[in-house]
């Protein structure tokens, strides 16, 4: 009884340090023209996953310029907006497919495919609803490739969605940017009721630098950033 209290307070202390960090998201107060320009989002606040970035944790090891996403979200009664600015030194993007994202290794442990290319993953996860969206950025004409699922329920049955809307566009610069419309009433989630206590989220945001290798060569160069924290729904 006693591990199993320790192991409990460990755990509830975990998650509430993962909600600490908090992302605020205002209220749409603009109309938003989903076609990959980002001139309406000037002012919006942005969440940076970057190296060395404060609330960022890394995986592997990053150069200077390597990968930089700053992230700005919007909502309304209606559905829940999300813009991307994706930087990288250089570009490894290849579909995925949901059915071949489980990667076995020569020494049989099983590693997560998505991690070996340039992917973002959001994740809205709580102890009966998860909600999961792989998407790479779209370059040289390829992408954006995702896919995503939802589960409900303690015995986490997966329920169907719509795809979200997802406009993504390049740019002179060699950055990507990508627009992304999620309906609640396709989540299943209400964001009146979100307001108060926000959503728990997780952005990962995976960056490889050898595009054409085997996957086998990847495996000691795997690195990726992420943070966790709650998505704040802001006021009208």
């Not at 320009?37 to 942005?46: A, D, F, I, K, T």
């Not at 190296?51 to 200077?64: V, W």
């Not at 559905?79 to 020494?107: G, K, M």
Request: charged share 30%; proline share 5%.
């Amino acid at each position: 009884m006693r591990r199993i209290t320790v192991a409990g307070c460990i755990l509830t202390a975990t998650l509430l340090a993962a909600q600490a960090q908090s992302w605020d998201v205002p209220y749409r107060q603009t109309e938003i023209v989903l076609d990959g320009h980002l001139e309406e989002w000037e002012g919006v606040p942005r969440l940076v996953l970057a190296p060395g970035s404060a609330g960022i944790s890394q995986q592997g090891s990053f150069g200077e310029g390597d990968l930089s996403v700053t992230l700005r979200a919007m909502w309304d009664e209606e559905n829940l907006y999300v813009a991307v600015e994706w930087r990288d030194d250089r570009w490894d993007v290849r579909e995925v497919r949901r059915r071949d994202s489980v990667f076995v290794t020569p020494d049989r442990r099983r590693r997560d495919r998505m991690l070996f290319f340039d992917n973002l993953r959001l994740q809205i996860h709580e102890l009966e609803f998860d909600y999961l969206l792989w998407v790479s950025p779209r370059v040289e004409g390829q992408g954006p490739y995702f896919w995503h699922r939802r589960l409900l329920g303690a015995r986490v049955r997966e329920s169907a969605t719509r795809d979200p809307v997802i406009t993504p566009r390049e740019h002179d610069d060699g950055s990507v940017t990508l627009e992304m419309l999620f309906e609640w009433k396709q989540l299943q989630l209400k964001p009146k009721k979100r307001k108060k206590k926000g959503l728990p989220l997780e952005v990962l945001v995976a960056d490889s630098d050898q595009p054409g290798s085997i996957l086998e060569s990847k495996l000691d160069h795997l690195k990726h950033l992420s943070w966790r924290g709650s998505l704040r729904l802001g006021s009208r």
